[in-house]
């Protein structure tokens, strides 16, 4: 290596020289035409040996020796400059004493021409690689490509093709809306057009594919662009947005990393804001446990926790190969609990065992169709299941509680609607006081299991048809990330407990229409190669979801996409009778009661509490016993006086 490094540096040294010497030379020449006085060849040969020693040793300083001019960009270029700057003044400068030494016969305009060809020569040996890449660049094969932007993502992408050849990757054409940059040419590849050029571009640059170098881009201009890619007949692929252009060891994501597009980037939205410093200071140091750990939305709940320091993440499950996946993907050690939580007992042991400060509630039944045929599994999980994990949180003395809940709890037509809408009652029901127990509300989350997206996305792989109930039905749309980040948000914006939050999901989509730009996605015509047939409303859907009740009151918070409901609280008796017949029809096994009560216990003379919207009824429900004995060992929060009704300990499963 040692060897190495000093060949190197010779060379370079060597070749300095000759760029010395040819340069002043040449601008001596110049100068006098060859009517320089026969003496002062003598003189000018001093200098150039002058010159030569402290050109050699600015460069040096200036560490234009032992680098890999391969990869050089701007800042060697501006060492190099420098180190020209140094030169050329040191020799002006030095010209009386030049004089003096008989030396300074030299015209200083020899002078600063001659390191002007100096350094032009010792540039062109370092970048040569660099200059002339646009004549590689012309004859290298591979897939041509056509980047989408011309600001710093497109230059980075450009840039990276033309220093890796190996990834078959050719740079032929830019295209930007932004008609300022139209004509000019980016790292020598031209801006030839807008996006709606590329389909009359396709065959001028041979164009093979298409990259969206635009970090973050709204859905209308992904749109915009799988539109033109479409009618050009030519596959695109998008970088990752910006919070991935640089990897966890800082290095810049490579073009490797570009990807196919995303139902998610044409319904995406602008990048939601979170205080992660105020989210990690409030589960930074706690123990944290989830339910419906395996699930779509508790799953990255786990992710997301696990990056903000908790002191233990406890994941609770009663699936174990969900249970098994999600503790596999969870960057911290944690502890699995496998448990259903209609199990009364089991929920109680596991809170007991590791004491939870902080708890979110994921778990629940969630698919409409089915639940519409399995009554009793919907009252048992979402109902008496949620009160389970809310009493077991009381009893240990958890002091922050968020629940999951669904659009679809709003003026319910389902009975996973009805059975959410009940959760909710409980959870503002049974908040203890000086605790933040709270609920928030949202609407369908990007690729959870079960939703339409993989519905859609196995259909079109077995060729179709995409079946759409009904070409009016709109639902709102989130990623699962966002969702989960507004969740973490939410937690910390309930004081008091018994809020209800309400996310903002944006405008409503059509499901017609984002089963079209599904087909487009995966690179099939809409009607032709892939039908959409239309099947009609299933039982308990409705045809638009609504996120709150005309009767519930809207207020804002710090968050721009975060809005707090005042509860509308039913009266403790009733709710309290309500639950227990629930109880008793589920103990019978009477579906179809257990139906109609879902619903009648859910919509049962709802008006809006006269307190704060944090308020709780003043009587609190005593649904179920057998906690007394975790609520006496706690020593951080007492189990609130209850008044005594007569149900099982056990709610039958």
């Known amino acids: 290596m040692r060897v190495s490094r000093i060949r190197s540096r010779l060379v370079f040294t060597l070749l300095d020289a000759v760029c010395v010497v040819a340069g002043y030379g040449l601008a001596e020449v110049t100068y006098f035409r060859d009517r320089a006085p026969a003496y002062y060849w003598q003189h000018f040969a001093t200098f150039v040996f002058v ?101 710093d993502a497109g230059a980075a992408a450009i840039r990276e093709m033309l220093r890796s050849p190996g990834a078959g990757l050719v740079p032929v054409a830019v295209f930007d809306d932004d008609t300022r940059a139209h004509g000019l040419s980016m790292l020598g590849v031209p801006v030839v057009g807008s996006i709606d050029d590329i389909p009359a571009s396709t065959s001028r640059y041979s164009l093979q594919q298409v990259l969206l170098a635009i970090p973050n881009p ?13 009618f050009a007949g030519l596959t695109m692929k998008v970088l990752p947005g910006v919070s991935h252009l640089v990897n966890r060891t800082g290095h810049a994501a490579s073009v490797r990393t570009a990807r196919e597009p995303r139902i998610e980037d044409l319904l995406g939205r602008t990048p ?36 903000l320091d908790p002191a233990v993440l406890i994941l609770l499950d009663h699936d174990e190969t969900h249970l098994h996946d999600t503790a596999a993907t969870v960057r911290v050690s944690c502890e699995q609990a496998l448990v259903d939580i209609t199990d009364r007992s089991a929920v109680f042991e596991a809170f007991k065992r590791f004491r ?41 003395g958890a002091q922050r509680f968020v629940q999951i809940s669904t659009d679809k709890a709003v003026r319910p037509s389902s009975v996973m609607g ?17 605790a933040s127990y709270c609920t928030v509300r949202f609407g369908n989350v990007l690729g959870s299991r079960g939703s339409v997206i993989p519905t859609f996305t196995r259909q079109i792989a077995d060729g179709g048809p995409v079946t759409v109930t009904d070409a009016r039905m709109t639902r709102f749309f989130m990623s699962v990330e966002e969702a989960v980040q507004l969740v973490l948000e939410s937690s910390v914006l309930s004081d008091g407990g018994g809020e209800v939050f309400m996310l903002e999901m944006g405008e409503p989509v059509r499901i017609v229409d984002l089963a079209e730009r599904m087909i487009r996605l995966s690179g099939y015509q809409v009607g032709v190669d892939i039908p959409i047939q239309i099947v009609g409303i299933r039982p308990g859907e409705k045809l638009d979801e609504e996120l709150r009740t005309p009767d519930e009151e809207v207020l804002t918070t710090h968050h721009p996409y975060i ?27 009477d579906a179809e009661s257990v139906r109609t009560l879902l619903f009648s216990v859910a919509s049962s003379n709802l008006t809006a509490s006269p307190d704060h919207p944090g308020s709780r009824p003043a009587q609190q429900l005593d649904l179920l016993s057998g906690s007394d004995d975790i609520a006496q060992s706690s020593s951080r929060q007492p189990v609130p006086s209850k008044v005594p009704v007569e149900i099982p300990e056990q709610v039958p499963a």
Request: positive net charge.
């Open 418 to 434: 009805a059975s959410k809408r009940l959760a909710e009652q409980i959870v503002l029901s049974r908040a203890p006081s000086g």
């Open 51 to 151: 010159a030569l020693i402290v050109t050699l040793a600015a460069n040096h300083v200036f560490g234009l020796y032992g680098r890999m001019w391969r990869h050089a960009g701007a800042e060697e270029a501006r060492q190099l400059v420098l180190s020209a700057t140094v030169i050329v003044c040191f020799l002006v400068l030095a010209y009386p004493l030049g004089r003096s030494i008989k030396i300074g016969t030299v015209p200083v305009t020899v002078i600063v021409v001659g390191c002007m060809f100096a350094t032009a020569g010792m540039g062109i040996l370092r970048f040569h690689t660099r200059l002339f890449a646009w004549q590689r660049g012309s004859r290298r094969v591979g897939l041509r490509v056509a980047i989408v932007g011309s600001r």
């Open 356 to 396: 939870p400060e902080v708890v979110f509630h994921a778990a629940a039944h969630k698919h409409v169709p089915v639940l519409e045929h399995h009554p009793i599994a919907a009252a048992s999980t979402n109902v008496f299941g949620t009160l389970n994990v809310v009493e077991a949180a009381t009893a240990v």
């Open 563 to 589: 809005n707090q409901l005042i509860p509308i609280s039913a009266s403790s008796k009733e709710f309290s009778a309500g639950l227990k017949e629930l109880c008793g029809a589920i103990a019978c096994r």
């Open 272 to 307: 939601v804001p979170i205080d992660l410093d105020l989210v990690r200071r409030s589960l930074a140091g706690r123990r944290v446990l989830v339910t419906g750990a395996g699930g779509s939305i508790g799953s990255e709940i786990c992710r997301q926790v696990a990056e």
């Open 218 to 230: 709204p859905p209308e201009l992904v749109e915009q662009v799988l539109r033109a890619c479409e």
